[in-house]
């Protein structure tokens, strides 16, 4: 049986591995980075054989992206081409941010599930750190949504996206986005033990984030109690990175549609900033509380 069997066919996949591999060959470098790549690559492995889920994860934002986009042309009486381009590009950064929640947040639904099926406890007996495995985790999440996210903006050209070496600094900061997706989730699931709770925890903090994004209206001249909102909402600095860096129309970085602190714009380097720190800080809770499972 391959190696790649092993991990198929084994409940979880980690904890079967390793003791298929045997044991640790010892400290160093590479065993302390084992851990991370197998939880990593039981990701890879599950998206491998599910394709139907890559594809389905595509058709909900270009619902977004087409019908919506033509909805609000159809709705200001203006169905010209330049103002449907820029309609669309508008929405679509949002877009591309919402196609990383669905596959991030999985992560930690199959974290909860782990624990209620008893493979948990396989991976805790392990000769690793717990801290490895939520780390583990967290990357596989993360890059399982960044897939997502690179599928959706193959098909930028839709909303007039321009495809240009720019799109791979867009690529790293949907990376970003789906890391802070993956870490809110798996703190949510160190937290949150019933699979019924997690889910309905999940589906009404999501929903929320993305309104309260700027992601479907421009986050400027709200009123006073929506722009504060707007303003906590970490997600807001991860769609307004991701819209002033898209190469395309010029909606996506006229002074209208960036967001506006004060009377400040943030740098794109500090935006991505503060979602590094959201993300330390919700891997370190989530990190502690998991060192305590029992």
């Known amino acids: 049986m391959s190696r790649t069997d092993t991990v198929r066919e084994a409940p979880g996949g980690y904890a079967a591995t390793a003791a298929a591999e045997g044991p640790p060959p010892g400290s160093g470098p590479r065993h302390a980075l084992r851990p991370y790549a197998l939880l990593w ?18 058709v909900t934002p ?15 009486g ?11 590009a508008f929405l679509f950064p949002g877009v591309l941010v919402m196609s990383v929640q ?31 495995i939520v780390l583990g985790l967290a990357l596989g999440g993360a890059t399982t949504g960044a897939l997502y996210g690179l599928l959706v903006l193959s098909v930028g050209g839709i909303a007039d996206i321009r495809y ?12 970003l986005v789906s890391l802070l997706f993956t870490s809110l989730g ?6 949150i033990r019933q699979v019924d709770t997690f889910q309905v925890v999940v589906n009404l903090s999501l929903m929320p984030l993305m309104f309260f ?34 190469p395309g129309p ?39 509380r998991f060192s305590r499972t029992k």
């Open 41 to 58: 690559r039981r990701e890879m492995i599950r998206l491998k054989h599910n394709p139907v889920r890559l594809a389905m994860g595509l």
């Open 62 to 76: 270009l619902l977004f992206l087409v019908v919506l986009g033509t909805g609000l042309d159809a709705a200001s």
């Open 78 to 88: 203006n169905l010209g081409k330049a103002q449907l381009n820029d309609n669309r």
């Open 102 to 132: 669905a596959p991030a947040i999985a992560v930690g639904i199959s974290l909860v599930w782990d624990r209620r099926l008893g493979v948990l406890r396989q991976m805790l007996v392990a000769p690793f750190p717990r801290s490895s």
């Open 164 to 175: 240009t070496p720019a799109q791979l600094l867009v690529l790293l900061e949907i990376l």
């Open 186 to 191: 798996l703190l949510a699931a160190v937290t």
């Open 213 to 246: 994004s700027g992601a479907m209206f421009p986050p400027n001249g709200l009123p006073g109690w929506l722009a504060i909102v707007v303003e906590l909402n970490p997600l807001t600095y991860g769609v307004d990175a991701v819209r002033r860096t898209l």
């Open 250 to 288: 010029d909606v996506l970085s006229s002074e209208q549609t960036r967001l506006l602190i004060g009377d400040w714009h943030l740098p794109v380097v500090a935006e991505a900033g503060l979602l590094v720190a959201i993300v330390a800080l919700a891997l370190g809770v989530a990190t502690y």
